[in-house]
């Protein structure tokens, strides 16, 4: 059975297609031809998941899944959230800006809790107007520096509970068994092998 994951990043398809292994065809938006911009308009996690996957069904004709994560930090009411990639001002995806902010922000309380928080809409073209969502959380922390080299985004500042290391020092073994991406792929994984 063929689906398309609504996305291009090599790290996110090698990890889907590793958990679903021969059961599924995964095939990327470059695999579908799709190289527009997919509308990412919405002010949620969920309404951008589904605007992204909604997207493809609708022009594409294939069965689909999107993600969208962020990062939400208790004391800021959830911010950066759905603005994670684009925290700091006039950036898009500029890591350390984002991560420089945010320490900024967050100097001075002693509240740090924090997770990442992940959701993925499945559309299917069966279904014209409907969608399910799955939800994958990590608990945590944020650092008060930078702290290791590995991973990318906010991942030297982020403190997964249970651990004094950050993801970028716990490397990629133990983020992707802990992380909100890989809760929220295997809850999704089990539903389409049901
Ligand atoms: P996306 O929805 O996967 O593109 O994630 C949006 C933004 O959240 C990224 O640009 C990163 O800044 C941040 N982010 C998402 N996942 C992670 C992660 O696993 N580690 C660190 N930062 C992340």
């Known amino acids: 059975m063929k689906i398309v994951f609504a996305t291009n990043n090599k790290h996110k398809l090698d990890e889907i297609r590793s958990i679903l292994g021969s059961r599924f065809e995964i095939l990327s938006l470059n695999d579908i031809g799709c ?67 945010l320490l900024r922000c967050l100097a001075g309380k002693d509240d740090r809790c924090a997770q990442f928080r992940t959701v993925i809409c499945l559309a299917r073209k ?19 520096e930078k702290q290791g080299t590995e991973g990318f985004g906010y991942d030297p500042i982020f403190v997964p509970e249970g651990y004094n290391e950050s993801f970028a020092q716990l490397g990629m073994d133990i983020k992707n068994g802990i992380s909100h991406r890989a809760r929220a792929v295997e809850k999704l994984a089990r539903y389409l092998v049901q």
């Open 126 to 144: 069966e279904d014209v107007a409907d969608y399910t969502l799955f939800e994958g959380i990590v608990k945590g922390t944020i650092a008060k």
């Open 35 to 101: 190289y527009a911009d997919i509308p990412e308009t919405a002010n949620t996690l969920e309404g951008n998941a589904i605007q992204k996957a909604r997207y493809i069904v609708d022009n594409y004709g294939y069965d689909c899944f999107a993600d969208d994560t962020g990062l939400e930090v208790s004391s800021l009411g959830g911010e950066p959230g759905v603005h994670s990639a684009r925290y700091a001002e006039g950036t898009d995806h500029n890591s350390e800006a984002n991560m420089q902010k």
